[in-house]
């Protein structure tokens, strides 16, 4: 897969998949703490450098190579 991902959208991505994963295990009294395993789209995508919506709509925050 092509990387189409890069730098500061990188670490929000796995920042963010991070904080929601994180936020299902300690609010386990919320009836919809399942909705915080969202976070694993983000964080997957962030380990990944790749996003399959950035691809479809023809985004790329990766730097150019020379």
């Known amino acids: 897969m092509t990387k189409n991902v890069g730098g500061l959208d990188r670490i929000l991505r796995i920042v963010v998949g991070a904080a929601l994963i994180l936020g299902f295990f300690l609010n386990s009294a919320n009836g919809y703490n399942w909705l915080y395993l969202i976070g694993i789209v983000p964080l997957a995508t962030g ?19 020379k």
């Not at 380990?47 to 190579?65: A, D, E, R, V, W």
């Open 47 to 65: 380990l990944m450098s790749t996003c399959p919506l950035y691809k479809i709509f023809g985004f790329n925050t990766c730097p150019m190579k």
